[in-house]
């Protein structure tokens, strides 16, 4: 996986003709070997709201008779139009004109007449022409990957969806937009099974195998058991519940009956490329596996389980190097970090950089109850925690909120990363939420990231 290196104008240069059709068809190309025809991408700031223009806005725009965000239906003053990319990751009042192949996850896209010019660059209504020989100019298989966090359907909404008898209710809201990805993936933070004694008291989550039906509809391929919670139960529920998961035809990952199968990676194919996922728990509670025992992949560090274990580190670092070898994309979901915090220990960038240096292309974790900041390394992607999705901690506004990762590759290249607020409802669902209810979820998540995802100041005059 690798993120595309944006081309850089000079500052002020006009943006490059837009053609107001939809791309060229693959026949059309193909007679005209030297150049193709792309999305013409708007793209801003990646912490502004998402924004959506119709094509005679989009086309004032490029031609200069829109001058202010205001005229955009967007806040801020004075915009304006450039080439580079670097300047609108520094500038919130920046807008470039780029070729698609151009763009990376440092920027938010605007859509244009509902489309997404990495999501469905054939429909898009904005193309240009790109000689061949200039950067990259391929548009790959696109991709999508839906990431969720914490997703707990046990104790108090366990009961709920008993009470309904209806054990798909809480991901209701979200389904379609879930089940639209071609990867969806999260972490599964509760047994599926009551086979042994509890372990945790009332912190013991045990969820009834019957949700297993609402997740796959909900179109979950991976589900994470790497966590602090899958051992509630002791050995034998930590067994049923991987049995389970997979008999559902969901991948899990993370945990399993020896040590061998909790390092051992789920793989989705999908459009051509392969995606690996690899799981660890860095909280503890839940046994570590070992050659002969139940348990979960670990890699020991703080706040909760002590120092890093250098050798925990470089056994998943190997696992990442094998991994790497034989997929596209290699993605890790941690499950690590302080609780209650918007703020990621430092020990979880050492960590994440470490895996990067081995070959994984994301870090997504959770486990802190709340969103936290994203970064870049090595021009891949850190989340430290996408917050709860499914959760019954409803004593704090923090608890209630959480994010869904959108990403977009085209091939293995990792096109956009965007985050979709939800909110979780008195019934335990999570819902989308946008606007001033969604603010300031994205602030508490841009507040401890690093650049460019952290509040850029305007470079021009309002």
Known sequence: CSIADPTSGEPGSRPPSAVVSSPASDSA???????????????????????????????????????????????????????????????????????????GPTVR??????????????????????????GPTSIGPVTTVALVGDVMLGRR?????AAAD???????????????????????ESTLSMAGAPRQGGDSFAADPRVLAGLRRAGFDVLSLANNHTGDFGSGALIDTVDRVAAARIAP????????????????????????????????????????????????????????????????RSAVRRLDASVDVVLVLPHWGGQ??????????RVARALIDAGADLIVGGHPHWVQGVELYRDRLIAHSLGNYVFDMDFSRQTREGVILELTFWGSELKAAEFVPVVIGSDFAPRMVTGRTAE????????????????ARSAAPR
């Open 340 to 349: 209650y915090t918007n703020r990621p220990e430092p020990a979880q960038r």
């Open 440 to 455: 300031p979820i994205l602030r508490r998540i841009w507040q401890t990231s690093g650049r460019p995802f952290s509040v």
């Open 109 to 134: 896209v605007v859509t244009v007449d509902h489309r997404h010019p990495l999501r469905d660059p054939d429909r898009y209504p904005l193309s240009v022409p790109v000689p061949a020989g200039t």
């Open 29 to 103: 190309t193909a007679s005209a070997p030297a150049q193709l025809e792309v999305p013409l991408a708007l793209v801003m700031h990646p912490t502004r709201s998402p924004l959506d223009i119709d094509v005679a806005a989009a086309r004032d725009l490029l031609d200069g008779r829109i001058t202010s965000w205001s005229e955009l239906g967007a806040a801020g003053g004075r915009l304006r139009v450039v080439t580079g990319v670097d300047e609108v990751e520094r500038d919130l009042d920046a807008v470039a004109a780029i070729p698609a192949t151009a763009v």
């Open 253 to 316: 990952v993370g945990a399993g009956r020896n040590l061998d199968r909790a390092r051992r990676p789920a793989v989705v194919e999908r459009n051509g490329i392969k995606f690996g996922f690899l799981a660890f728990n860095a909280i503890g509670e839940t046994p570590a596996a070992g050659r002969d025992n139940p348990g979960a992949a670990r890699i020991r560090m703080p706040p909760r389980t002590g120092p890093l274990n250098e050798a925990d580190l470089r056994a998943m």
């Open 157 to 161: 909404v366990g009961r709920a969806l």
């Open 166 to 188: 209806n054990f798909a209710a809480v991901l209701e809201p979200t389904r379609r937009r879930l089940a639209t990805a071609d990867v969806t993936a999260g972490n599964l």
